[in-house]
């Protein structure tokens, strides 16, 4: 079986457990939790000096190096499913789709099936083999789980290197709307001390930090000022309900993981619905929609439209999702307010 081995050198003031200091160090691209890395560690995969540690409390300092052998994994065979599909546009060479909240993009470790790419691989008669020269090919870019809305997806070389070549200048449109918690505003003299925050014409707020991922939690990302990935956010209000909740666009120049739902947070207004950027908030009891938001199961966001030049015709595409019919309820009640 072929391995990759993983070099990590501990950076300054580390957790004083192995797993813990492994987990922040290591790096994104190497997709190791720390459960994964505990795991590891029993197996003796983690060595210092050649020699496997397997206590995941053991003792760690600053610049201390250790070797992580892992095991390369097996590929699981992606099958066609037949999941109905809400396509927006199609092509030779792309496709359009309006996701639902709750469906993964991308088979992964737990979602081996039911996802967007099992119902592509149907719709396709089963095979996306070649698009890009990836496994499992033709997705260009994501949005999380229980977030709904529009992705393009390839179906030709050209298709999926133009609309890559395209994400990566970030020259592609891309509009959210979401129900945050409070009211972003200009004038909030505790908004303009937020680190990061800037404000442009229009009444948007511009949000510019580094993110990456969170040290202890390798579920979450974290916003930083040096290291990490750039990331810019530009928010605008469109809707206020009272001083307890908003309507807002959220416009992407880049498209990290997370980066909608952490700059909100970061700027102190939380997605409604999101388990794990909203922490504790809630809506106050009396509030209307109160128990609409306290119900939901999913931050309140949706990638509303997307725009980019077609990479075989050159035309310029731009398409539009209506939010989906649980943040429209959730809407009109806190519109009762």
């Known amino acids: 079986m072929s391995k990759t081995v993983h070099r990590i050198t501990i950076g300054e003031a580390p957790p004083s457990r192995l797993d813990k200091a ?6 994104e691209e190497a997709h190791l939790s720390r459960s994964r890395l505990s795991k590891l560690i029993s197996e003796g995969a983690v060595a210092k ?14 610049g201390d190096t250790f070797d992580i052998t892992v095991p390369d994994a097996v590929d699981v065979e992606t099958l066609p499913e037949a999941i109905p599909l809400d396509i927006v546009f199609e092509d030779d060479d792309l496709l359009v789709v309006n996701k639902p909240a709750g469906m993964v993009v991308h088979p992964a470790p737990g979602s081996y099936s039911g996802t967007l790419v099992n119902a592509l691989l149907h719709h396709f008669g089963g095979d996306l083999s070649g698009v890009g020269g990836e496994k ?9 789980k229980d977030t709904s809305g529009l992705l393009v997806v390839a179906k030709s070389d050209a298709a999926h ?3 890559a070549d395209q994400f990566a200048a970030h020259t592609v449109e891309r509009t959210y709307r979401a129900l945050c918690y409070g009211v972003p505003d200009q004038g909030d003299p505790r908004l303009r001390g937020v680190k990061g925050v800037s404000f442009e014409p229009g ?9 990456a991922r969170h040290k202890t939690d390798r579920q979450r990302q974290a916003v930083l000022f040096h290291g990490g990935r750039h990331a810019v956010t530009r928010i605008r209000v469109i809707e206020t309900f009272g001083r307890a909740a908003a309507e807002i ?13 952490v700059h909100a947070a970061h700027i102190g207004h939380a997605l409604i619905g999101d388990p794990t950027y909203g922490g504790r908030r809630r ?31 050159k035309e310029n595409l731009s398409f ?4 989906p019919d649980d943040m429209t309820a959730l809407r009109a009640a806190l519109a009762a307010m």
């Open 22 to 27: 492994l987990a922040r160090d290591v790096p």
């Open 49 to 62: 000096d050649g020699v496997p540690l397997t206590d995941v409390k053991a003792k760690v300092a600053e």
């Open 136 to 144: 499992r090919p033709g997705i260009v870019h994501r949005i999380d």
């Open 161 to 163: 290197h133009g609309l």
């Open 203 to 211: 009444n948007i707020i511009k949000v510019t930090t580094q993110l």
């Open 249 to 261: 666009y959220c416009n992407l120049e880049t498209g990290r993981t997370h980066q909608i739902r």
């Open 283 to 313: 809506l106050a009891a009396d509030t209307p929609g109160a128990d609409e938001a306290k119900a939901s199961t999913r931050q309140a966001l949706h990638a509303e439209t997307l725009g980019f030049f077609h990479p075989v015709t």
């Open 320 to 323: 539009t999702s209506p939010i």
